[in-house]
Nanobody, 113 residues
Framework: QVQLVESGGGLVQPGGSLRLSCACSGISISRYGMGWYRQAPGKERELVATISSGGNTMYVDSVKGRFLISKNNAENTVYLQMNRLTPEDTAVYYC???????WGQGTQVTVSP
């Protein structure tokens, strides 16, 4: 059984940083591309960043230069380092195994003064 468990969300002031983690079990992330998505209230879920099995990364334009996706294959964990956060980054952030129907429960990120 595949399980993805996100953590690290919270309330942060604009300009602050957070590091999200996605602990995976039942699947070896070394074999799959992984992604972080987010969904803000009233909006569709959007892809934020991906990392391929080989470590190549991709970012949506709105987070380029501020967010960094990484992974630790030995720990089977994917990370999203988020810097210079703005209120527009407020959303529930989800971890996903790309091209697979495996999702975590999400972690809330709120950026507010």
């Amino acid at each position: 059984q595949v399980q993805l468990v996100e953590s690290g969300g919270g309330l942060v002031q604009p300009g602050g940083s957070l590091r999200l983690s996605c602990a995976c079990s039942g699947i070896s992330i070394s074999r799959y591309g992984m992604g972080w998505y987010r969904q803000a209230p009233g909006k569709e879920r959007e892809l934020v960043a991906t990392i391929s099995s080989g470590g190549n990364t991709m970012y949506v334009d709105s987070v380029k230069g501020r967010f960094l996706i990484s992974k630790n294959n030995a720990e089977n964990t994917v990370y999203l380092q988020m810097n210079r956060l703005t209120p527009e980054d407020t959303a529930v952030y989800y971890c996903n195994v790309l091209s697979r129907p495996y999702w975590g429960q999400g972690t809330q990120v709120t950026v507010s003064p």
